[in-house]
């Protein structure tokens, strides 16, 4: 985390970058698109803007990876605009916390940190 002179968190810039320049990540963790999700995610951003970036990094080949926000950049690609805002990182971002216990043996992935901390699985 970079903080300014007064101790402040620096936010990183974010840019505006073409989604024809955005490449998917080799090792997606999402499998599936809920097209009804999708929808809404669509109309919420239709509604309201995109409220969190996506997070992508630079390619050899002067392109951008995607590592944060596949849905975001489908419902963005859905309305028709050419331009998506992003945080351009240099790195992976950190792996997602997760408070669950877990056994030394089998720790949490990021999917099932999301599935147990997810409002729809807490009932």
């Known amino acids: 985390m970079t903080t300014t002179a007064d101790g402040l968190v620096a936010l990183p810039d974010v840019a505006l970058i ?35 970036p996506i997070v992508v990094r630079r390619t050899a080949r002067q392109r951008y990876e995607l590592l944060a926000g596949e849905r975001r950049l489908l419902a963005f690609r859905n309305l028709g605009h050419g331009r998506i805002p992003a945080i351009i990182t240099a790195g992976l971002p950190a792996p997602p916390a997760c408070p669950t216990r877990s056994s030394a043996s089998s720790p949490p992935t990021a999917g099932t940190c999301r599935a147990r901390c997810s409002p729809r699985s807490r009932g």
């Open 18 to 52: 073409p989604l024809a320049e955005i490449e998917p990540a080799g090792g997606r963790p999402r499998r599936r698109v809920y097209e009804q999700e999708l929808a809404a995610l669509t109309a919420s951003i239709q509604e309201f803007g995109l409220l969190q």
